[in-house]
């Protein structure tokens, strides 16, 4: 099921619209719109055949992605502002996610979290120079005090030492892990909590675990390939 949500950038009053965020997403958005042409050039680089192999490979996933280590891969302001306000919501204070990349998402999970009160936000992400640009950009949208972030592959930095209980889980990482990253946080989620994987197409295995409700499962596409799920057992 497809919904068409619309939001407006002024939608709401929140560490979102204001300094330094405000400004600082706007930047990371422009930006952005160049790196995604370049990253689209590089992609056509490989055949259909060849891209979906290795977005589905759980053997050269790293490889595929390392090539594409100085583009963003960032989520849209749409698909930001509804990680926003789910987490909102939920009223989160526990967050987990798996990619982190120049950290736009995070920066919008990390607001929730502030609007909420406080948290902890655990991100994870395997290359080294993005880490360093998410980062930077957490410390100047003042939300670095709410973040842990791993460096790391996530399926070694997520396995260990996580809260007891997880309130919601952003998964936008190498697609063919999907259902790997879903097996280390799953004892974590409780009833209620939610799940939101980007571009969850390209997994199936996953999809079809989370759209079971024998699996413990709700689940329903948003826009742009989101999948919504929620936890039910």
Do not use: C
């Not at 909420?116 to 930077?136: D, H, M, W, Y």
């Not at 994987?197 to 390209?202: E, H, K, R, T, V």
């Amino acid at each position: 099921m497809n919904t068409n949500l619309h939001f407006e950038k002024n939608d709401t009053t929140s560490t979102l619209t204001t300094e330094p965020l405000a400004s600082l997403l706007d930047s990371l958005f422009e930006e952005t719109v160049s790196s995604s042409l370049q990253a689209t050039e590089m992609e056509a680089a490989f055949s259909d055949e060849e891209r979906e192999r290795l977005m589905r490979s759980k053997a050269d996933y790293r490889n595929f992605y390392r090539r594409l280590k100085d583009f963003p891969l960032a989520v849209s302001r749409e698909t930001g502002l509804i990680l926003y306000m789910l987490a909102r919501i939920k009223r989160a204070s526990v967050i987990v996610e798996f990619g982190t990349s120049f950290g736009i998402s995070t920066l919008y999970l990390a607001a929730a979290l502030r609007d909420n009160g406080g948290g902890l936000l655990i991100t994870s992400e395997f290359e080294p120079s993005k880490v360093a640009k998410a980062r930077k950009n957490l410390t100047i949208g003042g939300l670095i005090d709410l973040v842990e972030i791993r460096e790391g592959d996530a399926l070694q930095t997520l396995s260990i030492d996580l809260p007891e209980t997880v309130d919601m889980l952003m998964i936008d990482g190498a697609k063919s892990i999907y259902p790997d990253i879903l097996d280390l946080v799953e004892d974590r989620l409780r009833p209620g909590s939610l799940i939101v994987a980007d571009d969850a197409d390209y997994s199936p295995e996953y999809l079809f675990r989370v759209r079971s409700s024998a699996k413990g499962y709700i689940s329903t596409s948003l826009n742009e390939g989101v999948e919504l799920s929620v936890r039910i057992g």
